[in-house]
C-alpha cells in the first residue's frame, strides 16, 4: 500500500474508532463519558442536531469511515475499485468534508458548545479528502 494511502487508512480508523466513542456516548446519555474540561461534549452530542430521524449521527460518520477503510484496503483486489476507488473516495470525503463543516458551523453559532472529539471527527475525514485530492492529480 503507497504510503499516502496509509495517512488516509490511518485517519479513517481513528475516525472510526472516535465514531464508535461518539455513538457509545449518545446512546448511554452519560454525561461522564464526554471528559469534562475538554469542551462541551454532552451540549452537543444531545442536541437536536446529533440525530437524522433518532439515529445518532455518529453512526453514519461511522459506516462513512468504514466505508473508507473497506475501499483502502480492498481497492487493490477489486477491479472495479481498482478503476473507480480514487473517486469514490474523492466522493464520500467530500460528502464527509461538507458535512463536518455544516456541524462545525453548528457547533459555533447555533449550539455555542464545541465537542473535542467532534473536532476530532472533522479533522479526521479532512485528511482523508486531501489525500483523495492528492490521488485525483496523481491519476489524471
Avoid at 451540549?43 to 468504514?66: D, H, K, Q
Avoid at 481497492?75 to 456541524?103: D, K, P
Wanted: charged share 10%; with cysteine; aromatic share 14%.
Amino acid at each position: 500500500m503507497k504510503k499516502i494511502n496509509l495517512i488516509a487508512l490511518s485517519a479513517a480508523i481513528v475516525g472510526a474508532i472516535n465514531a464508535i466513542y461518539l455513538s457509545w456516548v449518545k446512546l448511554s446519555h452519560n454525561e461522564t463519558l464526554c471528559a469534562p474540561g475538554l469542551g462541551d461534549c454532552f451540549t452537543v452530542n444531545t442536541s437536536r442536531y446529533s440525530e437524522i430521524y433518532g439515529i445518532p449521527i455518529a453512526l453514519f460518520g461511522l459506516s462513512a469511515f468504514l466505508l473508507i477503510i473497506a475501499l483502502l484496503i480492498f481497492e487493490n483486489r477489486n477491479e472495479f475499485l481498482q478503476e473507480n476507488g480514487t473517486m469514490i473516495l474523492f466522493g464520500v470525503s467530500l460528502i464527509g468534508v461538507l458535512y463536518s463543516a455544516y456541524l462545525t458551523y453548528l457547533e459555533a453559532y447555533v449550539i455555542h458548545a464545541w465537542c473535542p472529539y467532534c473536532v476530532l471527527s472533522a479533522f479526521m475525514i479532512l485528511i482523508v479528502f486531501g489525500v483523495s485530492i492528492i490521488r485525483l492529480k496523481e491519476e489524471f
